[in-house]
């Protein structure tokens, strides 16, 4: 006994919805594989893998958007995010926007970038402490729960790291290092796009 084709525009609209395959198959009833011969037959592209992955992480849709219309107030602001992160942001991590500073302000205005330009979900950062081993952890976690205003328990578990040598560290480094990250590789790939643009109008 032949087995009932799959409706072509139902598969189509669950697909579209984001719904991973074994997804499609439970609401339809059916194997996986079925899903996939239909999907075939009526020529219905399927996503690639980092597509799937990122809609996996992504459910709802991309947690960000971009802001169209900007004030001038916004284009500082803007010029300023990609300053920082063109001067301190992690340049290797492909998934995520990653600042790391001892200066609350620096910090501060790139989450401020993050959150009126980006329009960057708030729930969606990280954050993270690393000090010297004879800085207190709680001393930190206050200092920089207090500076950027969130919750202490945001910072997690904090990392200390030995004391290299001798020097000024203490007042430069006092609460150590704080870092903000925005895990998105969509959002890290807009403006690493932005900042390549930007280096083909400079004077050469």
Request: hydrophobic share 35%.
């Amino acid at each position: 006994m032949v087995s009932a084709p799959l409706d072509r525009n139902i598969i189509r609209n669950l697909y579209k919805q984001g719904k991973s395959l074994p997804l499609v198959a439970t609401e339809l009833r059916c194997s996986v594989h079925k899903v996939v011969y239909w999907m075939t037959k009526y020529n219905i592209p399927r996503r690639s893998r980092s597509d799937a992955v990122y809609r996996m992480y992504n459910p709802s849709g991309d947690p960000f958007k971009i802001k169209s219309h900007m004030t001038k107030e916004d284009v500082l602001l803007f010029g300023l995010g990609m300053g920082i992160y063109l001067g301190e942001g992690n340049k290797v991590a492909k998934h995520s926007l990653r600042i790391a500073n001892t200066n609350p302000l620096i910090l501060k205005l790139f989450i401020k970038f993050l959150k009126d330009i980006c329009q960057f979900r708030k729930d969606r950062m990280s954050y993270s402490i690393v000090c010297f081993h004879d800085t207190k952890p709680d001393v930190a976690r206050v200092y920089w729960s207090e500076q950027l205003r969130i919750s202490p328990e945001k910072f997690g578990r904090i990392t200390r790291i030995p004391t290299q040598g001798k020097g000024t560290y203490r007042r430069k480094s006092e609460y150590g290092v704080c870092t903000i990250q925005a895990n998105n590789i969509k959002l890290t790939a807009w403006l690493r796009e932005k900042i390549r643009n930007l280096e083909t109008t400079l004077p050469r």
